[in-house]
């Protein structure tokens, strides 16, 4: 699909947020298996299709506590990974999720907008109040964009993800709205 076919939820420069697209999974399926995608996102179960597809089955459940979308890499016209924000209504937090699946636009600063747009978000529509992302302290590019966009880290538990034979610490970042608006005014 070219990017005239695709319905854009958010707009950014680089990438925008389109709706999952029950045609891209093979591709998520992939990514899943991936070894080296998968590895910080600690699946360590093989996915399979049928797996995936339950993403697409629709809830019984009334009130939405999982926003999905695909990230669309504008330039290139392709799916390159994809996001969600997990929701407790009650407390108005959310938790962010992020994977780019395609290893060669790792370093190009992708994952610092997904997470802006993701923040922008997750405050301004969805009025959360608190935002949080978990990351391993092995992911040095993950936790550094969460820092970037204004995420402080609240909470460090020793020894918490094992990766490849080894243990890694696990960081837990977050953001509140009122310090995000704080930091927009500045700027």
Known sequence: MNESQVPVFIEGEIINFVPLNSKNINLFAKWKNDSDVRIY????????IEDMKKNFEPSNDKTKRDISFEVWHKK???????GRVEIDWYTQKGWLGLEIGEPEYWGQKIGEEVTRLMVEYAFNELNLYKIYAGISSANIGSWRCAEKNGFVREATFKKDNYINGKYFDRFVYSLLKEDWLKTKKKI
């Open 41 to 48: 996102s600690r699946n360590i179960f093989p996915r399979t």
């Open 76 to 82: 290139d016209e392709k799916t390159i990974g994809f």
